[in-house]
């Protein structure tokens, strides 16, 4: 029995009805490259969010979950905050987005379980509202398209609905990223959205923010491992709406719609009509774009040795130019470089704290996270847990 199945029949007496699951993802380049309609290079991970749903006749919805001690109850018709019970707010987020769409659903019970560590920048918040989403679709079943809804699935002779469709993912990504940038005030994009569903097993995907395609292309041979600084983090709270104004402002005097517009030779010669910051920020997330491009070729030619490379390069410019590194994730970076094994490593997701993403020769992937935990240790005193991850289906 899983873990959310446990905790629904123990809190509320009775065994669920359905159950989903919403990985984490980890991205490996393209750090805030979505937004301004680049290239991002991500993975989905055997972290996830399990939702057990069932529902109920009375209107109301009740949520628990084995990361918080409260639970939370409330009308359907009242989607409101709850500062007692913030963690709920991403659930009513997606619940407002759904009824907004004009999907209808009642009441229901859900239990939740994570295996993903919160703040650590790997898209538990985005996991969090896809499982929500998938548990009500699994109730209530709706059918989604670019413009809202559409004729609703219907189940085969198992009681199963069929699997979205590409359409259907991109549609469900969008709804999620305005939860985050309508009801929870992050102005993110649509990176851990559409990673968490459209993940496959032992693939990397390599998804266009302009076009909104996503292709997939193998890796395998090395390790994925992540380490947790420590410094949790949210994204509604930190810089990143400052970084994304500064990325559009810059834009905008540079004439373009997106800096996914703008190319190296171009940018130097009108640096002139941007402010300092939106000059860092531009020069980061040109040159992103770019080591993104070389990298996912790298993919595709088995040349992990480059794109570790390509890695340590991305994080130097989020540290010297996007300047949404800290002095944790720097450490964690450097020490990996001198580590077995280890091929790239930088900051994963909107940093500003959370965790680092190591690419290990599998072979050597035990030492290096003895290694790196040790070598933590005596710098900081502080006890380092590396995180072995396995590349993930998406959501389901």
């Given at each position: 029995m899983s873990d959310a199945k446990t905790l629904f029949k123990r809190h509320f007496g009775e065994s669920p009805s359905q159950v989903v699951r919403a990985p984490g993802r980890l991205e490996?380049?393209?750090?805030?490259?979505?937004?301004?309609?680049?290239?991002?290079?991500?993975?989905?991970?055997?972290?996830?969010?399990?939702?057990?749903?069932?529902?109920?006749t009375d209107g109301k919805i009740a949520l628990v979950s084995s990361a918080f001690d409260k639970p939370e109850i409330f009308w359907l018709d009242r989607l409101q905050k709850n500062p007692a019970a913030a963690w709920a707010d991403y659930a009513k987020g997606t619940l407002a987005q759904l009824k907004k769409t004009g999907v209808h659903f009642s009441g229901f019970n859900a239990a939740f379980h994570s295996t993903i560590p919160i703040g650590g920048?790997?898209?538990?918040?985005?996991?969090?509202?896809?499982?929500?989403?998938l548990a009500v679709r699994r109730l209530?079943?709706?059918?989604?398209?670019?413009?809202?809804?559409?004729?609703?699935?219907?189940?085969?002779?198992?009681?199963?609905?069929?699997?979205?469709?590409?359409?259907?993912?991109?549609?469900?990504?969008?709804?999620?990223?305005?939860?985050?940038?309508?009801?929870?005030?992050?102005?993110?994009?649509?990176?851990?959205?559409?990673?968490?569903?459209?993940?496959?097993?032992?693939h990397a995907m390599e998804i266009d923010f302009q076009s909104l395609t996503v292709e997939h292309a193998p890796l395998t041979g090395e390790a994925i491992v992540v380490c947790d600084s420590g410094g949790k983090h949210s994204l509604a709270e930190s810089g990143y709406n400052e970084l994304r104004q500064n990325?559009?402002?810059?834009?905008?005097?540079?004439?373009?719609?997106?800096?996914?517009?703008?190319?190296q030779k171009f940018l130097a010669a009108n640096l002139s009509r941007l402010s300092v910051r939106e000059s860092e920020c531009a020069r980061h997330i040109v040159g992103e774009i770019q080591r993104a491009f070389h990298a996912a070729r790298a993919l595709r030619?088995?040349?992990?040795?480059?794109?570790?490379?390509?890695?340590?390069?991305?994080?130097?410019?989020?540290?010297?130019?996007?300047?949404?590194?800290?002095?944790?994730?720097?450490?964690?970076?450097?020490?990996?470089?001198?580590?077995?094994?280890?091929?790239?490593?930088?900051?994963?997701?909107?940093?500003?704290?959370?965790?680092?993403?190591?690419?290990?020769?599998?072979?050597?992937?035990?030492?290096?996270?003895?290694?790196?935990?040790?070598?933590?240790?005596?710098?900081?005193?502080?006890?380092?847990?590396?995180?072995?991850?396995?590349?993930?289906?998406?959501?389901?």
């Open positions: 490996l380049l393209g750090n805030h490259t979505d937004y301004n309609g680049g290239l991002v290079l991500s993975i989905a991970v055997d972290k996830c969010i399990e939702c057990a749903v069932a529902p109920r920048g790997m898209g538990s918040s985005s996991a969090f509202e896809i499982s929500v989403a209530f079943p709706f059918g989604l398209k670019e413009t809202g809804i559409t004729t609703p699935p219907k189940p085969d002779s198992r009681g199963h609905l069929p699997a979205l469709t590409q359409i259907e993912k991109m549609a469900l990504a969008r709804l999620c990223g305005a939860v985050e940038n309508e009801f929870i005030g992050a102005r993110t994009g649509l990176l851990d959205q559409t990673s968490s569903l459209f993940g496959k097993a032992w990325c559009e402002s810059a834009a905008k005097a540079l004439g373009v719609r997106s800096l996914r517009a703008v190319d030619e088995n040349d992990h040795r480059l794109f570790g490379e390509l890695m340590f390069l991305s994080h130097e410019s989020s540290r010297d130019l996007l300047r949404n590194s800290t002095p944790e994730l720097d450490q964690l970076v450097e020490l990996a470089r001198g580590c077995p094994g280890c091929l790239g490593a930088r900051l994963t997701g909107g940093g500003f704290g959370g965790a680092t993403i190591n690419l290990v020769a599998h072979h050597q992937a035990s030492e290096f996270m003895e290694e790196i935990a040790r070598r933590y240790h005596e710098r900081t005193g502080k006890t380092l847990q590396p995180m072995l991850c396995e590349i993930a289906d998406g959501a389901n």
